[in-house]
């Protein structure tokens, strides 16, 4: 029976490397394995994403528009990846506006760059940490998070660092891992009710949850507006 356990010990190991590698993409074993990951599939992402325009307009950029302000508004993309958000916002913006998209992986960005690149000043990309972002305090109209939070080494963290930067008023869009698949990210705030729960508890108001996709949620929130005038600095000195 000695090779029996061998059999089950290699379906184990077979199993925890796929949710490891694959469902989790590296999320448990640190950022810099993250990193890794995005950077291999960066040229491969979108294929792989089977993004649609349509779908991301009519999702995605046609909502965020009419959430933003018609003069200047600046809109903050965290885990931006490929700029698929900037690239359906900007594509359908209702007034000029500028979005900086911040991601770990340069490979990921350096994709960006090449699609979006003749929206030069309006879509800008830089290489930072989710967890301590490099804006100050109610700097953007909008903040948004797409398909990252999960794997996010504190996701908490990052929603409360996307709060301090977003100005009074402003949005915020985040997505919510659901399905099966959530079972399978102990400790991320994934399957529904949970993500609402913290923003609820961080102080976010108007949250609203739409069905997506199969594996996720958009949800919508504002910061509280305490009345105090929004800030107007250039988006240079921010």
């Known amino acids: 029976m000695t090779w029996l356990w061998y059999v089950l010990a290699a379906i184990v190991a077979v199993l925890l490397l796929y949710w490891t590698v694959v469902v989790t993409e590296g999320t448990y074993l640190g950022t810099r394995a993250v990193v890794m990951m995005y950077d291999w599939t960066a040229r491969r992402y979108n294929s792989i994403k089977k993004v649609r325009p349509i779908y991301e307009m009519y999702f995605l950029g046609a909502p965020l528009s009419e959430r933003l302000p018609a003069r200047e508004p600046r809109v903050l993309d965290v885990a931006t990846g490929t700029g698929r958000l900037?690239?359906?916002?900007?594509?359908?913006?209702?007034?000029?506006?500028?979005?900086?998209?911040?991601?770990?992986?340069?490979?990921?960005?350096?994709?960006?760059?090449?699609?979006l690149g003749s929206l030069d000043g309006q879509a800008v990309f830089v290489q930072g940490d989710?967890?301590?972002?490099?804006?100050?305090?109610?700097?953007?109209?909008?903040?948004?998070?797409?398909?990252?939070?999960?794997?996010?080494?504190?996701?908490?963290?990052?929603?409360?660092?996307?709060?301090?930067?977003?100005?009074?008023?402003?949005?915020?869009?985040?997505?919510?891992?659901?399905?099966?698949?959530?079972?399978?990210?102990?400790?991320?705030?994934?399957?529904?009710?949970?993500?609402?729960?913290?923003?609820?508890?961080?102080?976010?108001?108007?949250?609203?949850?739409?069905?997506?996709?199969?594996?996720?949620d958009l949800i919508w929130a504002v910061k509280p507006d305490s009345g105090q005038s929004r800030?107007?600095?250039g988006i240079d000195e921010a």
């Open 130 to 216: 989710a967890h301590r972002l490099m804006f100050k305090d109610n700097t953007f109209d909008a903040v948004t998070c797409l398909e990252a939070l999960e794997f996010m080494r504190d996701p908490r963290a990052v929603v409360v660092e996307m709060m301090r930067v977003l100005k009074p008023g402003g949005s915020m869009l985040v997505t919510n891992r659901i399905g099966w698949e959530a079972w399978l990210f102990p400790g991320r705030y994934c399957r529904r009710g949970r993500l609402e729960a913290l923003l609820s508890e961080l102080g976010m108001q108007d949250i609203d949850t739409h069905r997506w996709q199969v594996y996720y």
């Open 86 to 115: 900037p690239a359906t916002l900007l594509d359908g913006a209702q007034h000029p506006a500028i979005v900086i998209g911040v991601d770990h992986s340069l490979a990921m960005l350096e994709e960006a760059v090449t699609a």
């Open 231 to 233: 800030d107007e600095r």
